[in-house]
């Protein structure tokens, strides 16, 4: 079964950074898609940032220009990063962590969550 392990969440004022990784390892299958997604109280999930094994990168419009998507590997693992810069108090949420074998694959496995909170 796939291992998530998220970290880098955290506490942070309007206009500052965080950076969240994610890496993904044991898994049964070759991982080609990895995508970051949040919740907010009340609110559906929904995709943050998205990209593919061959670097095709997707944003929600809400974080254009804002965040950065990128990935590295090595033997035994993927691990996916969110740079997340200008931050607003409307990106706190639970930022959960997706892996699929491919963009149009359903489901896949996700993470723990990590929650990011915004103040204004």
């Known amino acids: 079964q796939v291992q998530l392990v998220e970290s880098g969440g955290g506490l942070v004022q309007a206009g500052g950074s965080l950076r969240l990784s994610c890496a993904a390892s044991?898994?049964?299958?070759?991982?080609?898609?990895m995508g970051w997604y949040r919740q907010a109280p009340g609110k559906q999930r929904e995709l943050v940032a998205s990209?593919?094994?061959?670097?095709?990168?997707?944003?929600a419009d809400s974080v254009k220009g804002r965040f950065t998507i990128s990935i590295s590997r090595d033997n035994a693992k993927k691990t996916v990063y969110l740079q997340m810069n200008s931050l607003k108090p409307e990106d706190t949420a639970i930022y959960y962590c997706?892996?699929?074998?491919?963009?149009?694959?359903?489901?896949?496995?996700w993470g723990q969550g990590t929650q990011v909170t915004v103040s204004s």
């Open positions: 997706n892996a699929k074998p491919y963009p149009w694959s359903t489901g896949g496995y």
């Open positions: 044991r898994s049964p299958f070759s991982i080609n898609y």
């Open positions: 990209i593919t094994s061959g670097g095709t990168t997707n944003y």
